[in-house]
């Protein structure tokens, strides 16, 4: 059994081989690796971490509702100042009309 015998065999088992390896390859890639990278990236979607650009917009969503309670304090502050005025009017007493 010399070389001339076991390049031939060699030939044969390639030829048959390789496709079954690549077939294999792939179908190993497709129904046991998909599911893993999609749970992976499940996991890290669901696990908080955001998009630049959805953070962006939480960041403008925000940066509004600072706005808009900053203005709602100033008029609370407003009716807070006329209250007080208004309750100082009154402990003064009523002004007559002939002074």
Known sequence: MGIEVLI??????????VPILGI?????TR???KPLAETVASA???SGRLSPSEG?????DLTEQVH???QEVGRLREAQEFDRR???TRKEGPRSLSS
């Open 8 to 17: 031939p065999l060699f030939g044969i088992f390639s030829v048959l081989l």
């Open 24 to 28: 294999t390859v792939i179908l190993t």
């Open 31 to 33: 129904f046991a690796l």
């Open 44 to 46: 890290l979607r669901d």
């Open 56 to 60: 962006l917009d939480q960041l403008r």
């Open 68 to 70: 808009v309670l900053t």
């Open 86 to 88: 208004l309750l100082e």
